[in-house]
């Protein structure tokens, strides 16, 4: 079956833009994570949810940083005012419940800020 | 909270050979525990996980043993290809908390 997508696959913004970062989870798959990877470094995690609630949004870097999942499936990060600083790839997980179960990943958008 | 270190950033090994990844984590009460396999321009696969009731297990060419004494987990690859060559990272959850990953270890295949 169809994986996780994500789109766009690539995002060139300037600074002080606005971008929303959308993700396709698996059909069926209720837990649903972003995490944020840095060239040679390993994904960190930014948020995860559980249904359509933020069961943990302890990553998000500051109040610029914002996702939403309101029917349970396609999941949205937004990103006000954009810095430069926030240029990497940006992923998203899906796993069939949370807990101790395996989390399947998309291909990523990697986002740079000018 | 979880830290995880890999004890290498990367490792050659001959087409052929076996080669074994390691990875260290700092918090006992991590119950599950994920290898993933990363090529350049995608996102993290899968590989083979293992729960922390158990210390080994076993897929296709690959073996992860875990020593929750010394909170070591490894990856070993038996007969390696050129297609094993990426970056490896472990992952280390506790509870329903989020994945917390590694470095990474780039693993170069050489023929």
């Known amino acids: 079956g169809a994986g996780v997508s994500q789109t766009p696959s690539n995002k060139v913004t300037e600074k002080g833009k606005y971008v929303e970062l959308r993700c396709d989870p698996i059909?069926?798959?209720?837990?649903l994570y972003w995490y944020r990877q840095s060239l040679g470094q390993g994904p960190e995690f930014l948020i995860y949810?559980?249904?359509?609630?933020?069961?943990?949004d302890s990553g998000l870097p500051n109040d610029r940083f914002f996702a939403v999942r309101p029917e349970g499936s396609v999941s949205t990060l937004k990103i006000q005012r954009t810095e430069r600083g926030d240029s990497a790839v940006y992923l998203c997980?899906?796993?069939?419940?949370?807990?101790?179960?395996?989390?399947?990943f998309g291909p990523g958008t990697r986002l740079t800020v000018t | 909270g979880e830290s995880v270190g890999l004890h290498l950033p990367t490792l050659s090994v001959q087409e052929g050979d076996n080669s074994i990844i390691n990875c260290a984590y700092s918090?006992?009460?991590?119950?599950?525990f994920i290898w993933y396999k990363q090529e350049s321009g995608k996102g993290p696969q899968f590989i083979i996980d293992?729960?922390?009731?158990?210390d080994k297990r076993q897929g296709q060419r690959v073996t992860v043993l875990l020593n929750k004494t010394v909170k070591h987990l490894s990856l070993q690859i038996a007969a390696t290809q050129p297609g094993d060559s990426a970056v490896y990272f472990c992952?280390?959850?506790?509870?329903?908390?989020?994945?917390?990953f590694g470095t990474g270890t780039r693993l170069t295949i050489i023929p």
């Open positions: 997980a899906s796993s069939l419940k949370s807990g101790p179960y395996e989390q399947y």
């Open positions: 918090n006992s009460a991590s119950d599950y």
């Open positions: 992952a280390v959850k506790f509870g329903n908390e989020k994945l917390t």
């Open positions: 293992i729960r922390s009731n158990m």
């Open positions: 059909s069926g798959h209720t837990a």
């Open positions: 949810f559980q249904g359509t609630g933020a069961a943990d």
